[in-house]
T-cell receptor
């Protein structure tokens, strides 16, 4: 699989349900970030979790990171129709000289039905 | 504090023409990144710049593509002699430091006819 690959590729849920998506990566990372993208729009930064952190919360979002399994999960609780979007994880690879270029997965397309 | 600005938002070019995409980072941000997104795919890194310097261009095609971030003014991604395969959304992101969140602009959607 590619660095920063999301699973599932698509998710359809009812409003009020929780949505969980996973991200796997291959190499050691400095941090992992989750972004949301509405159709045809730019990316909105959701959460950054560093390699020495295991869990982070922001409102209805909960992100976990397991560096031993090289995986992360994003949980959206009590979903709303407005949460309909594509969600991407992006890994910031440990590099000595270069900057923190992000490597994105293919995204999870979430549809929240009212 | 305005977010990352990109212009134009939509750009149509015929094959063989040049495309210039502009990115103004957030105030106080000196790190700029360009990414390309093909339909239904994630973003792919192209180039990372700091003021007047290209730090990492490992994701940018060797030919026809160039980027700059001058001391004054926006960062420019330039695509010469565009081909249909260049049609994509090009996103710029900025950050205040190397190990910080990247904030994305709205993107420029390039269509090559």
């Amino acid at each position: 699989s590619q660095q920063g690959e999301e699973d599932p590729q698509a998710l359809s849920i009812q409003e009020g349900e929780n949505a969980t998506m996973n991200c796997s990566y291959k190499t050691s990372i400095n941090n992992l970030q989750w972004y949301r993208q509405n159709s045809g729009r730019g990316l909105v930064h959701l959460i950054l979790i560093r390699s020495n952190e295991r869990e982070k919360h922001s409102g209805r979002l909960r992100v976990t990171l397991d560096t031993s399994k090289k995986s992360s999960s994003l949980l959206i609780t009590a979903s709303r129709a407005a949460d309909t979007a594509s969600y991407f994880c992006a890994t910031d690879v440990l590099l000595v000289a270069a900057g923190n270029k992000l490597t994105f997965g293919g995204g999870t397309r979430v549809l929240v039905k009212p | 504090n305005a977010g990352v600005m990109q212009n134009p938002r939509h750009l149509v070019r015929r094959r063989g023409q040049e495309a210039r995409l502009r990115c103004s980072p957030m105030k106080g941000h000196s790190h700029v990144y360009w990414y390309r997104q093909l339909p239904e795919e994630g973003l792919k890194f192209m180039v990372y710049l700091q003021k007047e310097n290209i730090i990492d261009e490992s994701g940018m095609p060797k030919e026809r593509f160039s980027a700059e971030f001058p001391k004054e003014g926006p960062s420019i991604l330039r695509i010469q002699q565009v081909v249909r395969g260049d049609s994509a959304a090009y996103f710029c992101a900025s950050s205040p430091g190397r190990d910080s969140e990247q904030y994305f602009g709205p993107g420029t959607r390039l269509t090559v006819t």
